[in-house]
């Protein structure tokens, strides 16, 4: 009797030990692809076109960490001329913003859209040229304002900043995302010349807000594949799919 009660019990030791490792691997897995992707701010190339008083190009990049995290960065130039009732200047410039994206959206079957939140550093180098400015008229019904050209050049200037940025990207062809984000930036470090104000500057925007600014940008973005990852498919999502079947 007590041979047949072990026996019994060891089959169904094997029977449960088969089951569970039966379940194990009956959870379905997908791929995950990992890469670079590189594009360009669509805002700033056509802005040079239609405005005689801009010139500018912006780069963008993120390479995908884990499956939540990008790191992320942006580097361009800008030549912008400012006419303000008081003055004109001119500011030219390079900057680079680096820093991380975190992906909120929760992508399923073969998606690889974005929902993120981010945080960048800033950091410009730029010049400024003092092309002419008003002399204060205390009675302008009586007298035209007085233009002053000056031409005096500010060189070797620097800022530096923080941004919080809110922004999507979604795939539209193959490899191929269009995306757009917010920024609200923060300045910490502004290099000011003597006698005259960073009134824009390259990479932050205008400053005349203080040291808060905002800004946004439209992109177009190419996705190179480096290698995949395989992970387990959610419950949720293995619903989805097998809806669409």
Not at 50 to 70: A, F, P, Q, V
Not at 108 to 122: A, F, K, T
Request: charged share 25%; with cysteine; net charge positive.
């Amino acid at each position: 009797m007590s041979k047949y009660c072990f026996s019994i019990g060891l089959l169904l030791c094997m029977f449960f030990g088969h089951a569970q490792e039966t379940k194990k691997d009956s959870v379905p897995q997908k791929k995950e692809r990992y890469g670079l992707r590189v594009g360009v701010d669509l805002f700033k190339l056509a802005r040079s076109v239609y405005d005689k008083d801009y010139k500018g190009l912006e780069l963008t990049g993120d390479y995908r960490l884990t499956r939540k995290y990008y790191i992320a960065a942006e580097i361009g130039n800008e030549n912008k001329t400012t006419d303000d009732d008081q003055l004109n200047f001119t500011t030219k410039g390079t900057y680079l913003k680096a820093g991380f994206d975190y992906n909120a959206h929760e992508n399923w079957l073969d998606l690889e859209n974005m929902i993120y939140i981010g945080l960048r550093y800033g950091i410009s180098s730029f010049s400024q040229e003092l092309n002419s400015y008003n002399i204060y008229n205390p009675n302008p019904y009586f007298a035209e304002p007085s233009v002053i050209q000056s031409g005096e050049k500010f060189n070797g200037l620097s800022a530096q900043w923080m941004e919080v940025v809110v922004g999507l990207k979604t795939q539209v062809f193959k490899n191929t995302f269009v995306g757009f984000s917010f920024r609200m930036n923060k300045l910490f470090s502004n290099q000011k010349p003597s006698g005259f104000d960073n009134l824009y500057i390259p990479g932050f925007n205008r400053t005349y807000n203080g040291d808060f600014g905002v800004g946004f940008n439209y992109t177009v973005s190419y996705f190179l594949p480096l290698y995949k990852k395989k992970v387990k498919i959610a419950e949720k999502e293995v619903g989805k799919k097998t809806k669409k079947k």
